[in-house]
């Protein structure tokens, strides 16, 4: 009988940094060097193929993916559908409203994104989106920009990436209050779910021998915002 070999997206965005760096194989990010690890550890054949953001939940839905990495914290009622299996958390995670300094105090409280447009990344999931208008763009670096541009006045980004390219960019922005704070888990489709005591016991095992915090602090902010 053939091995399982799971099929997965190389990234949810073409510039999620830290958690996925486009273009430089040699530091992939927090995520592209942590997955093939864990699956190996797991002892699971793999196979990465290349979706857009939007595509990527379709492929999931479909089957034409077998999982990926996401927060509960993402999903109304952290719901991820009856299709899906999940792991044990793999790392912590959190999302903040930014917006520019000017304009922070109108977003200290999350209530204040109901009724109002907020920039969002396209193909990305958030939890709460029924309760306000999705402002959609290619990556958290337009975000940034898009602020700075006053094309929107807030916007949901997790706090690492939007420290980065604000960074990069030299566009300074603020994290106001916390849209979703919560840990990165394996969403595994059901038919696979046998699998699942294997890759609790990887990601266990990675935690334990420093793997996990190791990849995690290479992409720490002192790295990657020093320049």
């Keep these: 009988m053939a091995n399982t070999v799971l099929k997965y997206n190389v990234n949810g965005s073409s510039s999620w940094v830290p958690y996925y760096v486009p273009n430089q194989p ?3 990010g927090i995520l592209g060097e942590l997955v093939p690890q864990l699956l190996i550890q797991a002892k699971i054949d793999s196979e990465k193929q290349n979706y857009p953001p939007k595509r990527t939940n379709q492929a999931l839905d479909s089957g034409l993916l077998d999982f990926d ?3 509960p914290s993402w999903f109304p009622n ?3 559908g009856d299709k899906f299996v999940t792991s044990d958390p793999i790392i912590n995670i959190q999302e903040n409203i930014i917006s520019l300094k000017e304009n922070a105090v109108a977003w200290q409280n999350i209530d204040s994104i109901k009724g109002q447009v907020i920039g969002t990344v396209r193909g990305y999931l958030y939890h709460d989106d029924a309760f306000f208008t999705r402002f959609d ?6 975000l940034i920009k898009a602020l ?3 094309r929107i ?3 949901i980004s997790g706090d690492l990436p939007a420290l980065y390219w604000s960074k990069q960019l030299n566009l300074p922005i603020t994290l106001a209050t916390v849209h979703s704070d919560g840990v990165l888990v394996m969403r595994l489709r059901k038919e696979h779910k046998d699998l699942l005591p294997r890759i609790n016991t990887a990601i266990a095992i990675l935690k334990d021998n420093g793997t996990i915090k190791t990849i995690t602090d290479k992409y720490t902010l002192k790295a990657i915002l020093s320049e």
């Design 137 to 142: 763009f290619t990556s958290e670096r337009e």
């Design 153 to 155: 006045n807030a916007a």
């Design 26 to 28: 040699e530091h992939p």
């Design 148 to 150: 700075h541009k006053k």
């Design 78 to 80: 952290e719901d991820m």
């Design 69 to 71: 990495l996401v927060s």
